[in-house]
């Protein structure tokens, strides 16, 4: 049955990246064609040759993606903490939904003023803090059913036996909360990494995220090169899974 | 409670901040020498569409190492498009900034008629551009933007005519009024469609005119009693035939990307595009088979140009004009109209120019299976005022998708 | 653990400013735009925009849309999830599978990217239909895509979601220790229908609840995937804001700003009552 389950998987997840990856080298792929009548790797020359300093916009926006979502995860883990201790705790994590109320981009356009006002609009920073303030209640909201009065207990036995916060950290809640912390830092990264709405409308144009160059290209007809910056956006969070199953978590 | 108390007393605070904004700079009475000094060692912001790769190599491998070659300028290219920049423009002005973070923009289409609604744009520079003395000013697809006149507040940068684009082996011969149109879509049901955006809009607007009665038809003002009269012939010419377009006409493409591709896998036999060198582009790049073509209807198509503006609140107006001014010389004009760069239409009168370049805008590799600009300059219709526009889009909703 | 009230109250204050400060001003700002009395192009107070947007038909019709396709496509994914799960941790309850990851490395306009070049008329599954000899024509396959029904929108939805569900339920299941709540009901009897009924499921569920709900809200608030394989009517939610945004008519972006604080009420309110506390049964 897992057997089964896993090929049904495998192919319907890896498919999608088959399509990307043909399309990129695909001379001539018209319909009937199963596959493409030739292969070419003249349009990732050109990609690169033509989409100006695109290893510029690879690197900020990993620099943005992970000290976003490592910034968020700590952040979102200890608040969660908090807020689990709150008498209002269910006020508190309702609180939380607030901000995703409508999508990013309409997020963005209502929240452009104030990051016009505190002249951050167009700079790294205003980037920085508008997708740590979208990411945040995400990470709040993920962590809340990781909360149980067992890890609770277990944090207080730790104060009982005369250790202190971090140990108890260290010890007993870093390891009991692995793989949370990983999925929360693995979705944050995603929200920063995949952000156009607020990169676009805080940054105006002027931080040049990979998705920022991807979606042009996406809404534009060249399917080849929307092709090649997809699948460049796609790489690196697959690869920082695979890393973290590989060496990090067994 | 203390919570609530806590955010209404930050909300007033942060209502009360409001700094008076600085005075726009004004460098109209500056001489051109003056106008370099100032931009030399200086940053230009420039903001433009970079969704298509041949404009942004052109940008990138020609225009930006040589403003910094000639004139130490270090220009920055930022994403931006039409209502993106408008609405950027409009957050800076509404929120009383001191300075815009573009210096320059690409204007196309409705953009400069919005940006002039909310009184973004600087000017009038254009006169102190040297290379303006080129600009064919006497052709009024350059010198009016949507039927108003520029008057030097945006420079013409490239001219583009909307035509259609066909396949000669599905489609021999393709249909070249409106009634031949009608013919073909009942005989080939399920291959012809209208994208729901602007070059969709344009398509509508030049058949507009062709009902008004052709050329010149809806020149000036907009006016309500044509719009109604000949926009209910367009729409009972659409809904009579809605049911043989694409999908039976019960959707319409949001975007234009969307019907060059079914157009290139043969779901349609018709795709469009603003830019009339734009088929010969799209082969170079594999996405469209070399046997498409370009053509454009007998009852001709919109012909426009796209400008250079610069924003009220930019702080380098010397710099963005030094820029503007490469960008509209012979030499870039040039580079870009050639097809293998970009195709793009100049704007400059070539019989004005020194000898030696008009040979060589004489001596371009031509387009191959794009029309010559000669062959359809007879059939290119003046951008009608910019509310037709905005009526088309909003009325296609009321009237064909509902 | 020694709790330290005052350290808290500043921690669960600011974290409140955090939630409510920029959100809060940006509907404030919003609503001020929406009554004419914010923007480059108002003259003054006004209801027009508001009375335009409640008796236009539009706004009503997108909320429609976009609860009906977050609904179906949360119901499909859900019941995937569920099953995957269920099945995979039936023996050995470790790890869920690592290519769930896989989709959860796709951004939404990417999968609206890919699933045009799947689903389209002239896409892989159309040119797999002609191979087999199922269609002889583009025109016969689907609409997948930009379809009335907005299929499309719904299957690329489910093939982002069912894997962030899986992964969740998955970590869910280790969390609540099932794996031993299984053996109790082994123990005391219980088939495996029952147990997967009446014990894994619910508590699923439950424990998932909050997740559940942030997906619906993502769901209905989408706005690259019904953009590129959606349909001109209706319109969902956030197409249609994008649209008086972004589009022609300048005047059209107060409707924007009203949708927007229409919506955000709609929302809140509809998150509040959801995860409002039950009523105890007397």
């Not at chain 2, 929120?95 to 196309?108: A, E, F, R, V, Y």
């Not at chain 3, 107070?45 to 508001?50: E, L, S, Y």
């Not at chain 3, 087999?132 to 939805?157: C, H, K, M, R, S």
Request: include cysteine; aromatic fraction near 12%.
């Amino acid at each position: 049955m897992r057997k089964a389950i896993l090929t049904v998987l495998s192919l319907l997840f890896l498919m999608p990246i088959g399509v990307l990856i043909l399309l990129s080298v695909a001379e001539s792929w018209r319909f009937p064609m199963l596959l493409p009548q030739a292969i070419t790797f003249d349009y990732w020359k050109d990609f690169f040759r033509s989409s100006g300093n695109m290893n510029h916009s690879i690197g900020l926006s990993l620099l943005l993606a992970v000290t976003v979502a490592g910034a968020v995860t700590m952040a979102g883990f200890f608040t969660s903490k908090l807020v689990q201790k709150q008498e209002n705790k269910r006020f508190l994590l309702q609180l939380a939904y607030f901000p995703y109320s409508f999508s990013p981009v309409i997020y963005a356009f209502c929240v452009q003023f104030l990051f016009l006002r505190l002249g951050l609009s167009g700079t790294f920073a205003g980037v920085w803090i508008a997708q740590f303030l979208l990411a945040f209640p995400f990470a709040v909201l993920l962590f809340s059913s990781h909360w149980t009065p067992v890890l609770f207990d277990m944090e207080q036995m730790v104060a009982t036996l005369g250790g202190n916060r971090w140990q108890a950290f260290r010890e007993v809640l870093f390891p009991m909360s692995k793989s949370i912390l990983m999925l929360a830092f693995f979705q944050t990264f995603l929200i920063s990494w995949f952000d156009y709405g607020l990169v676009s409308v805080i940054g105006v144009g002027k931080i040049q995220t990979l998705t920022v160059r991807t979606y042009q290209f996406v809404g534009e007809s060249n399917v080849y090169f929307a092709a090649i910056a997809s699948l460049l956006i796609i790489w690196p969070p697959l690869m920082l899974w695979w890393v973290n199953r590989k060496f990090i978590f067994v | 409670m203390k919570y609530i108390l806590i955010f209404l007393l930050f909300c007033s605070v942060s209502a009360c901040k409001n700094e008076p904004a600085k005075t726009p700079q004004d460098l109209s009475k500056q001489n051109w020498t003056d106008l370099e000094k100032m931009a030399n060692g200086s940053t230009v912001q420039m903001t433009m569409w970079q969704g298509d790769p041949l404009i942004n190599r052109f940008m990138q491998d020609f225009v930006v190492p040589a403003v910094k070659k000639q004139y130490n300028i270090t220009l920055s290219v930022n994403a931006g498009q039409g209502n993106e920049l408008v609405k950027i423009l409009m957050a800076e002005k509404e929120n009383n900034q001191s300075k815009s973070g573009t210096d320059l923009c690409w204007i196309n289409g409705e953009t400069f008629f919005q940006l002039r609604q909310i009184n973004a744009l600087y000017g009038p520079f254009v006169a102190q551009l040297p290379n303006s003395q080129y600009i064919d000013f006497g052709n009024p697809t350059i010198r009016q933007d949507f039927q108003q006149e520029t008057n030097g507040m945006e420079c013409p940068w490239g001219n583009v005519q909307m035509t259609m684009i066909y396949d000669t082996v599905r489609t021999p011969v393709p249909p070249r009024t409106m009634a031949e149109l009608e013919t073909y879509v009942r005989a080939h049901p399920n291959r012809f469609t209208i994208p729901y955006e602007f070059t969709g809009m344009t398509l509508l607007k030049a058949w507009l005119i062709a009902l008004a009665g052709g050329k010149n038809a809806l020149n000036g003002d907009f006016d309500e009693a044509k719009y109604q009269q000949y926009s209910t012939q367009l729409w009972d010419f659409i809904n009579r035939n809605k049911a043989y377009f694409w999908r039976k006409g019960e959707t319409f493409p949001d975007n234009l990307a969307t019907v060059h591709q079914m157009f290139a896998n043969g779901e349609l036999d018709f795709t469009l595009s603003n830019n009339d060198g734009e088929v010969d582009n799209k082969i170079n790049q594999h996405i469209f088979a070399p046997t498409a073509k370009a053509y454009v209807f007998d009852s001709g198509t919109i012909q426009n140009s796209h400008y250079l503006g610069i924003p009220q609140l930019s702080e380098n107006k010397a710099g963005a004009m030094v820029v503007a001014n490469f960008l509209i010389s012979p030499e870039a004009q040039w580079q870009k109209f050639n097809p293998e760069v970009w195709g793009d239409g100049t704007v400059l009168d070539r019989a004005k120019l020194p000898a030696d370049w008009q040979e060589k805008f004489n001596n371009t590799p031509k387009r191959t299976n794009s029309p010559t600009r000669a062959s359809i300059q007879d059939k290119a219709l003046q951008e009608p005022a910019p509310q037709y526009m905005i009526r088309l889009f909003e009325d296609f909703r009321k009237k064909v998708l509902n | 653990m020694i709790l330290y009230p005052k350290r808290n109250t500043i921690a669960m204050t600011f974290y409140v400013l955090l939630l409510l400060l920029p959100i809060g001003l940006g509907l404030l700002y919003a609503l001020g735009y929406s009554l004419g009395l914010i923007g480059a192009l108002s003259d003054g107070f006004t209801a027009d925009h508001w009375i335009k947007v409640l008796t236009g038909g539009e706004f009503l019709g997108a909320l429609g849309c976009s609860a009906g396709v977050a609904l179906i496509s949360l119901s499909v994914a859900l019941v995937l999830a569920l099953v995957v799960v269920i099945k995979w941790t039936q023996h050995k309850p470790d790890q869920a599978p690592a290519i769930l990851y896989v989709p959860l490395s796709i951004p939404p306009i990417i999968a609206a990217f890919i699933g045009f070049q799947v689903m389209s008329n002239s896409g892989l599954l159309s040119r797999w239909a002609f191979q087999a000899g199922w269609i002889t024509d583009q025109a016969e396959f689907g609409p997948l895509v930009n379809d009335p029904y907005y299929i499309g929108v719904i299957l690329t939805q489910v093939m982002m979601t069912f894997p962030y569900l899986a992964l969740l339920f998955t970590n869910i299941y280790q969390q609540e220790n099932m794996v031993l709540l299984r053996q109790l009901s082994v123990t005391l009897g219980s088939s495996e229908q029952q147990i997967q009924t009446k014990v894994i499921i619910p508590v699923l569920l439950q424990k998932a609840r909050t997740n559940l709900i942030l997906c619906a809200v993502f769901l209905m608030s989408a706005y690259e995937i019904p953009l590129l394989l959606g349909t001109q009517s209706p319109l969902m939610m956030s197409v249609l804001m994008g649209q008086k945004f972004k589009k022609f008519n300048l005047a059209d972006i107060p409707q924007a700003y009203v949708m927007t604080v229409l919506y955000a009420f709609l929302m809140i309110g509809l998150i509040a009552l959801t995860l409002r506390k039950p009523k105890r049964r007397a």
